[in-house]
């Protein structure tokens, strides 16, 4: 869908950017929850998504324990053996992939903390006047793309809708 959207250079339509893919893909799954009411009924899958939320979260830490602070690759599957509930072969294909892919293993809650805090800087400056629809419209509108390019893209929107 990306390569369709006008005006915009064709390195924005082919690189993934994973950081605001993986970010909305994230903030979705839980303004299902908290903004749509999807699991009020569901008690169980609401659990099923923290859970995955929270895997995302140990990705997180795991992924900047091996590469900035140099944990080595048992106590990067150590930590995520206490954390997630995981198999140790589950674990071990997840270290693995974070080895040959620095980095990568963070886009997902980044992205998606990111998206939250620009929503709340909208909803802030905005008040009675944010409307989520043409928030998720506007973030929408231009394809993936590097987060603080995304920032300047919120933060003018929001001007323009003083």
Same mark, same amino acid.
């Given at each position: 869908a990306a390569q369709l959207i006008k005006n915009v250079p064709f390195l924005?339509?082919?690189?993934?950017?994973?950081?605001?893919?993986?970010?909305?893909a994230l903030y979705?799954?839980?303004?299902?929850?908290s903004d749509m009411g =999807?699991?009020?009924?569901?008690?169980?899958?609401?659990?099923?998504?923290?859970?995955a939320e929270m895997f995302r979260a140990v990705r997180l830490v795991v992924d900047t324990g091996m590469h900035a602070k140099r944990w080595s690759r048992e106590e990067a599957i150590d930590y995520m053996l206490s954390k997630?509930? =995981?198999?140790?072969?589950?674990?071990?294909?997840?270290?693995?992939?974070y080895v040959v892919w620095p980095g990568q293993a963070t886009a997902y809650k980044v992205g998606q903390l990111y998206i939250l805090r620009l929503r709340a800087m909208a909803e802030k400056e905005l008040g009675d006047d944010f409307d989520i629809k043409e928030f998720h419209e506007m973030v929408?509108?231009?394809?993936?793309m590097p987060l603080e390019i995304l920032e300047e893209s919120v933060t003018l929107w929001v001007n323009e809708q003083k």
């Open positions: 924005r339509k082919v690189s993934p950017f994973s950081a605001y893919t993986e970010g909305w979705s799954e839980r303004i299902a929850s =999807m699991y009020k009924d569901d008690p169980l899958g609401d659990l099923g998504r923290l859970q997630t509930g =995981m198999t140790e072969d589950e674990v071990t294909r997840e270290i693995e992939r929408l509108l231009n394809g993936a």
